[in-house]
């Protein structure tokens, strides 16, 4: 069975104050892993997908590094608005995502 | 990325009715999901909708309590049949073209009394 654990469950940081997000995952035949973005009431907003071991992608603030068995955000200098929840989610060979429990980031001025 | 929308946004339910949530994208895409978050938690995959056919549902899911039809490429419904407190959450259509990444809606936030 596919597993995502997703650490800390929440974190407070200082406006300009970096930090990283881990996502630990098991997975029966890695097709990608995702970083998506969930502001309170709203959808799942796709950040990043990472497809292999060394691989690495950046937006804006936002880095996200990929290993054969977890991957990390990476928040430079985060302001208040990168408040929300970051869910990171592992597809299968079946195409299926398996979602983690998620990181609740507090960015206070 | 498609432009996916859902209705209603929110609803109140009363215990023992039924509840149908669309979901529309504004392009033809392979793959259509439904999701179920509830509150504080993450999401959980209910079915996977299969155009003209029926659905694919996860373990825990079934037809009965969560009917779902997918007439076209570009629409989806899902309803909560025979609604109880436990079904309050947010439900979430997401969308994907062969292979590639999905796309969320949304969400429809369901509150039932």
């Known amino acids: 069975e596919d597993q995502v654990t997703q650490s800390p469950e929440a974190l407070r940081l200082q406006e300009g104050e970096s930090s990283s997000l881990n996502c630990s995952y098991t997975?029966?035949?890695?097709?990608?892993l995702f970083w998506y973005r969930q502001d309170p009431g709203k959808g799942p907003e796709f950040l990043f997908t990472?497809?292999?071991a060394g691989e690495e992608k950046e937006k804006e603030r936002l880095k996200a590094t990929l290993t054969k068995k977890e991957s990390f955000l990476h928040i430079t200098a985060p302001k208040p608005e990168d408040s929300a929840t970051y869910l990171c989610?592992?597809?299968?060979?079946?195409?299926?995502?398996?979602f983690g429990g998620g990181t609740r980031l507090m960015v206070k001025p | 990325s498609a432009v996916i929308s859902q209705k209603p946004s929110r609803d109140i339910c009363q215990r023992g009715t039924s509840l149908t949530i669309q979901c529309q994208v504004d392009?033809?895409?392979?793959?259509m999901f439904w999701y179920r978050q509830q509150p504080g938690q993450s999401l959980t995959l209910i079915a996977t909708?299969?155009?003209?056919?029926?659905?694919?549902?996860e373990s825990g899911f079934v037809i009965d309590k969560f009917p779902i039809s997918r007439p076209n490429l570009t629409f989806s419904t899902l309803t909560v049949s025979n609604m109880s407190p436990e079904d309050s959450s947010i439900y979430l259509c997401?969308?994907?073209?062969?292979?590639?990444?999905?796309?969320f809606g949304p969400g429809t936030r369901l509150l039932v009394l």
């Open positions: 997401s969308v994907a073209a062969q292979q590639e990444t999905q796309y």
């Open positions: 997975v029966s035949g890695l097709r990608g």
């Open positions: 990472l497809y292999s």
């Open positions: 989610a592992v597809e299968n060979a079946g195409n299926m995502l398996t």
């Open positions: 392009s033809q895409v392979t793959m």
């Open positions: 909708a299969n155009q003209g056919s029926e659905a694919t549902y």
